[in-house]
C-alpha cells in the first residue's frame, strides 16, 4: 500500500511531526505510551491506544540527507497481520512544501497470511487514508512544535 501527496510544511517540522510519537495523540483520537525522557530514535519503542487495543512500535529506520528523509516504524502487532513496517519518505519541493509518500510493507511468511492481506488491504488501505489525511492536516495547519528544540535537527 502507497500513499502519496504534497503536503504544505516544511520537511523538518513534518519528520519531526511522524518521527516524534508526541504528536500522535494530537494527529488521531489516541493515547500514547513511552518513555518521555528518550528522545525518539531508531529502535525507540512505543505504544498506541486505540479504542480496539494497543498497538506496539519500534523505530526501524532514520536516513537524513539535504532535501529527503526517511523515517519507518514496524508495527509488531497490527490486527490480522501481525507484523509490518511504514515508510514514510520526505522530499523537499521547495522549504515549505514537501511531497510525502508512505509505503506499507508487509512480509507474509505463509500463504494463509498472504490470503488474510488481500482480504484485509481495503481496509487497511482506508485506515491508512484516514490516519495520512490527518496527519497532513494536523502538518498543514499546525506549525509550531511541541518541544523546545525539533528533536530530528539534533539528528542533522
Known amino acids: 500500500i ?15 511531526v511522524i518521527s516524534n510519537p508526541i504528536y500522535k495523540p494530537k494527529i488521531g483520537n489516541i493515547e500514547i505510551e513511552q518513555d518521555k525522557t528518550l528522545v525518539p ?9 486505540l479504542p480496539s487495543g494497543k498497538l506496539h512500535f519500534k523505530a526501524i ?3 537524513i540527507s539535504e532535501g529527503h528523509v526517511e523515517y519507518g516504524e514496524r508495527a509488531e502487532n497490527l490486527p490480522i497481520l501481525g507484523e509490518a513496517n511504514i515508510i514514510n519518505i520526505l522530499d523537499r519541493i521547495d522549504d515549505d512544501t514537501i511531497q510525502l509518500t508512505v509505503e506499507l510493507h508487509y ?10 492481506f488481500q482480504l484485509s488491504k ?3 488501505k482506508l485506515g491508512s487514508k484516514k490516519s495520512y489525511s490527518a496527519l497532513k ?3 498543514e495547519n499546525n506549525q509550531q512544535p511541541l518541544t523546545e528544540e525539533l528533536y530530528c535537527i539534533k539528528w542533522y
Open 2 to 16: 502507497v500513499l502519496s501527496d504534497v503536503v504544505k510544511a516544511s520537511i523538518k517540522f513534518l519528520h519531526e
Open 41 to 49: 530514535r531508531v529502535e525507540s519503542k512505543h505504544v498506541c491506544i
Open 61 to 63: 529506520e532514520s536516513q
Open 107 to 116: 512480509f507474509p511468511k505463509t500463504f494463509i497470511d498472504k490470503l488474510k
Open 122 to 124: 481495503p481496509l487497511l
Open 137 to 139: 492536516n494536523y502538518a
